[in-house]
């Protein structure tokens, strides 16, 4: 889940479902520049919709 400077969850830009955490925190280390760019700014990762871990924050760029 991805989330705006406010905390509202964002329908844009989109992530994809990962089947593991590794994947997942991969993928956002490597997007993490185009999310930010778009107006994430913050990363939620979710497993059957329950946060898994602390935010991530994005810092903008």
Do not use: I
């Not at 590794?22 to 329950?50: I, K, P, V, Y």
């Amino acid at each position: 889940m991805l989330l705006d400077d406010t905390g509202v969850e964002l329908d844009r830009p989109s992530s994809p479902v990962f089947a593991a955490r590794f994947d997942a925190e991969t993928w956002l280390g490597e997007h993490w520049r185009g999310l930010s760019a778009q107006g994430a700014r913050t990363a939620r990762l979710l497993h059957e919709g329950e946060p898994v871990q602390p935010d991530v924050p994005l810092p903008t760029v």
